[in-house]
């Protein structure tokens, strides 16, 4: 039997106004990276001042036409970031293996069945599912002026989704009953507390999907990816919270196991963009090199990365660290450095993005 080892991880993304008196050269883009377009199945996150595009196959932020899809703030089709992802990298009988998603995605929608072989990502099971708890008697402003659906097309898919969240697969729910079995007619599916909330699961069981993005063959990861948010006015309406659940499916141990959020922010205008990190804070930020933008003018907002929380590590006996909503004695949350670890069987990543 193998051993667990869990590890939490929090990820933010800053949205702020920002201001900057020193000119400095403009900045060309000159990325000759392939930025093709997602054809994997999508929903939107727009329970804010946010509004951006989460796929099944771990990639995010991207529009389906190719362009920046994270939009600062909603309704304004002003984008702040063109495309994001996770990235993970490990070793397998010593050698370098790596997945996740950048412009290219070493991922395809769908759980790893009991009998270890993907799950076919045609199935009409294998989406992205969102929810949000007062679907059936909110209006839904949010969803029908960022969407193109009508009004009756969105509670639809909204009620499919409840109906058919899938708990046993991993989606979070709040268990109103406390019997452990999701119900749909008494249980609330999604983060508790949660305005909305978008979860997938994905795989990179696929050798032909992961070669194509770094050469890789498949670490046979399942990659849960829940994402939710608040409507709140404050700085919870600029915040997108992301948690990342990775389970290794493999025969074999992942060791030295490192993590990174990849993300090309296009702030306005790319051209101008410079960007920078404060290695305390463990935060990576993008922000407007000049005073004005040609898209944002000269309301700019900024964008940052921050990871909060690393992984749970051993501790003093009086120590302990938080997995859900228990405490582990003896277990530290490690903040700095979360890569010397072995993978095993289970690994928790949780990421917010502000």
């Known amino acids: 039997m193998k051993t667990i080892f869990p590890s939490i991880i929090l990820l933010s993304v800053i949205l702020v106004n920002s201001s900057f008196s ?18 994997e199945h999508y929903s ?17 932020d991207l529009a389906p036409n190719g362009h920046s899809g994270f939009i600062y703030p909603r309704g304004t089709n002003k984008g702040a970031v063109f495309q994001s992802g996770l990235v993970w990298g490990g070793k397998i009988d010593g ?25 076919d990502p045609s ?43 899938p708990a046993n697969d991993g989606a979070p ?20 507390g949660a305005a909305q909330t978008l979860w997938y699961v994905a795989n990179d069981f696929n ?56 993300s090309d922010p296009d702030l306005g205008h790319a051209g101008d963009d410079y960007v920078g990190c404060d290695t305390l804070l463990n935060l990576g930020y ?23 929380q690393g992984p749970i590590v051993d501790g003093l006996p009086g120590e302990f660290a938080v997995k859900g909503n228990d405490k582990i004695y003896g277990k530290k949350k490690c903040w700095h450095d979360f890569s010397l670890f072995s993978f095993l069987p289970l690994l928790e990543i949780i990421l917010i993005r502000i």
Not at 29 to 35: A, D, E, I, M
Not at 102 to 118: D, E, F, I, M, R
Not at 288 to 293: H, K, M, S, T, V
């Open 207 to 262: 050798e032909e999907t992961v070669i194509s993005m770094y050469g890789s063959t498949p670490m046979k990861v399942e990659a849960q990816v829940t994402v939710w948010g608040y409507n709140h006015n404050g700085i919870y309406g600029d915040v997108m919270f992301k948690k990342y659940k990775l389970i290794n499916k493999n025969s074999k141990n992942i060791d030295s196991m490192y993590f990174s959020i990849w």
């Open 95 to 119: 050698k370098i293996l790596v997945g996740g998603s950048t412009y290219s995605q070493g991922l395809l929608g769908g759980k790893v069945l009991a009998n270890g072989t993907p799950q």
């Open 286 to 308: 993008c922000y407007n090199g000049w005073d004005e933008d040609a898209v944002y003018g000269t309301e700019i907002p900024a964008i940052g990365f921050q990871i909060l």
């Open 173 to 192: 729910f709040e268990d109103v009953d406390k019997n452990g079995v999701y119900d749909p007619a008494i249980d609330i599916p999604g983060i508790p």
């Open 44 to 60: 939107k996150f727009n329970i804010n001042n946010i509004s951006t595009f989460v796929y099944n196959n771990g990639s995010s």
């Open 22 to 39: 020193q000119k400095i050269n403009q900045l060309q883009k000159t990325s000759n990276l392939n930025k093709t377009n997602v054809v």
């Open 123 to 165: 199935d009409e099971s294998v989406r992205v599912y969102r929810v949000r708890p007062d679907f059936n008697y909110n209006l839904l402003i949010n969803e029908f002026e960022d969407e193109t659906f009508s009004y009756e097309a969105i509670k639809s898919q909204y009620e499919k989704d409840w109906n058919e969240w």
